[in-house]
T-cell receptor, first 114, second 112 residues
Framework: EAGVTQFPSHSVIEKGQTVTLRCDPISGHDNLYWYRRVMGKEIKFLLHFVKESKQDESGMPNNRFLAERTGGTYSTLKVQPAELEDSGVYFC????????????FGPGTRLTVL | GDSVTQMEGPVTLSEEAFLTINCTYTATGYPSLFWYVQYPGEGLQLLLKATKADDKGSNKGFEATYRKETTSFHLEKGSVQVSDSAVYFCALSDQGDDKIIFGKGTRLHILP
């Protein structure tokens, strides 16, 4: 069974540009999460989808970030326009059932904004 | 709000040494506690977990005990190997809440 995959693995963009990150969860997992680790800090929750609906987006830093999960399969996270402080590693995770059910993480996308 | 504090790294040990990585937490409810590990070039993997006080989680020779009285969940291993070199994250998930709250991570280097 394939794990959670993320694309690209690394993105380098200039301030003001747009970047779209993609996450493919494990097949059959209704729950999809985005997290972010800014250098030297904690991994922080961004948002949680249940199928195509946003269950919790309390961690989204501002309206430059837009997450979608059309059709309840893969998800995209768009940053527009990117700022320097958006640099970090963006992790996606998925789980089958809400609760203490294990979240399976992808390898992350390293975003560098110059 | 809820938070996790873990010892700063990097931690460098020789093979077969005893490992302790300290972790303490602050939570309003009765959280579940986790240790995640990230090996080089890979994603986060759940190493072990404990869901209630006095529970002991264990996996791959690692152990951690949920201590409510000291709000701690220290990670231990009796004899580390070079292959244990990785970044270790202590984390919690509060009851009724699905998001995971992480510590800053501790990088562990094991020398042969």
């Amino acid at each position: 069974e394939a794990g959670v995959t993320q694309f690209p693995s690394h993105s380098v963009i200039e301030k003001g540009q747009t970047v779209t990150l993609r996450c493919d969860p494990i097949s059959g997992h209704d729950n999809l999460y985005w997290y972010r680790r800014v250098m030297g800090k904690e991994i922080k929750f961004l948002l949680h989808f249940v199928k195509e609906s946003k269950q919790d987006e309390s961690g989204m830093p501002n309206n430059r970030f837009l997450a979608e999960r059309t059709g309840g399969t893969y998800s995209t996270l768009k940053v527009q326009p990117a700022e320097l402080e958006d640099s970090g590693v963006y992790f996606c995770a998925s789980s089958q059932v809400v609760g203490i059910n294990e979240q399976f993480f992808g390898p992350g996308t390293r975003l560098t904004v110059l | 709000g809820d938070s996790v504090t873990q010892m700063e790294g990097p931690v460098t040990l020789s093979e077969e040494a005893f490992l302790t990585i300290n972790c303490t937490y602050t939570a309003t409810g009765y959280p579940s506690l986790f240790w995640y590990v990230q090996y080089p070039g890979e994603g986060l993997q759940l190493l072990l977990k404990a869901t209630k006080a006095d529970d002991k989680g264990s996996n791959k020779g690692f152990e951690a005990t949920y201590r409510k009285e000291t709000t701690s969940f220290h990670l231990e291993k009796g004899s580390v190997q070079v292959s244990d070199s990785a970044v270790y994250f202590c984390a919690l998930s509060d009851q009724g809440d699905d998001k995971i709250i992480f510590g800053k991570g501790t990088r562990l280097h094991i020398l042969p």
